[in-house]
């Protein structure tokens, strides 16, 4: 009697964590083919990879071990390629697009929001609503600009349903993706935007009043926490605040840079 499709994937550790998906024939055949006992060399990856119809080259989900091991390897394109394709957490089934992260691959400052909202979700880019706007006056406020030296991303990358905080295992699948940006980005400071950004990138429960007016430490990057743009809209007097830990992020910069420049 050959193997069924379930027997093989088991025998490969591939089951039941992989999910089928787009697959095309001729891997469908090959998996035919593999169950009737004539299947070929081993493939020389240990993470099956699936060719889409639109041809880019996307894994299924992984325990979450080989999916940090995989996604700490990727460049650009690939890890570009990957969040478009990911359905590693429910909340790929509600998003019209995913919100990568957009701005100076090279930046100096890395600005962190919690996840897309309705705007976002549809323009797949992260703070172009309301919020987005205040964003951009910040940013004004102290002579930066979106885009130049500076780059802005969110905790995950699909819109949570009616923009709740995104739950413990959606961050889990989705933090590798920004890790993997902070290493290739290597900004000089962090700032997070709100709570649940500080919170879920300091892995520790505080409020942001709490956290405010300090540098911690991202993994080794420098990081400041102020309010959500989104929150200031609805809060006039944490403005002032607000203005009080950009003013702090510069200061904090220039002395970043120039310890960088100085002669070692
Ligand atoms: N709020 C966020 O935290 N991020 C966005 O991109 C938009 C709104």
């Known amino acids: 009697m050959s193997a069924s499709r379930e027997d093989i994937l088991q025998e490969l550790g591939l089951w039941p964590q992989w999910r089928r998906r787009d697959l095309p ?3 469908e055949n090959s998996l035919e083919h593999a169950a009737s006992g004539n299947a070929g060399e081993a493939p020389a ?3 099956p990879v699936v060719q889409k119809k639109s041809g880019a080259l996307t894994s299924p989900v992984l325990p979450l071990d080989q999916r940090v091991a995989e996604i700490a390897g990727m460049e650009w394109p690939q890890l570009k390629q990957s969040v478009a394709d990911c359905t590693a957490c429910a909340l790929h089934k509600g998003r019209n697009k995913t919100v990568f992260g957009v701005g100076d691959e090279k930046a100096e400052w890395l600005f962190v929001g919690e996840g897309p909202g309705a ?4 323009k797949g880019e992260p703070f172009v609503g ?3 706007k205040l964003l951009d006056s910040m940013l004004a406020a102290i002579k930066l600009k979106r885009g ?5 991303a969110n905790v995950v990358k699909c819109r949570p349903p009616n923009n709740r905080n995104p739950e413990a295992d959606e961050v ?4 590798p993706y920004l890790h ?7 900004p000089k400071l962090i700032i997070a935007l709100g709570k649940v950004a500080a919170v879920n990138l300091l892995k520790r429960e505080a409020s942001v009043a709490s956290m405010r007016g300090k540098i911690h430490d ?13 929150y200031l809209l609805r809060s006039l007097p944490e403005k002032a605040r607000a203005w009080e830990d950009l003013c702090f992020a510069v200061e904090t910069m220039k002395g970043l840079q120039s310890a960088a420049a100085a002669p070692t």
């Open 25 to 27: 024939a001729e891997i």
């Open 45 to 47: 990856r240990s993470t």
């Open 119 to 122: 705007d976002e979700d549809i």
């Open 130 to 132: 309301q919020g987005g």
């Open 148 to 152: 130049e030296n500076v780059y802005i």
């Open 172 to 175: 889990a699948q989705c933090e």
């Open 180 to 186: 993997r940006q902070i290493e290739m980005i290597r």
């Open 218 to 230: 991202y993994r080794g990057t420098p990081m400041i926490v102020t309010y959500h743009p989104a």
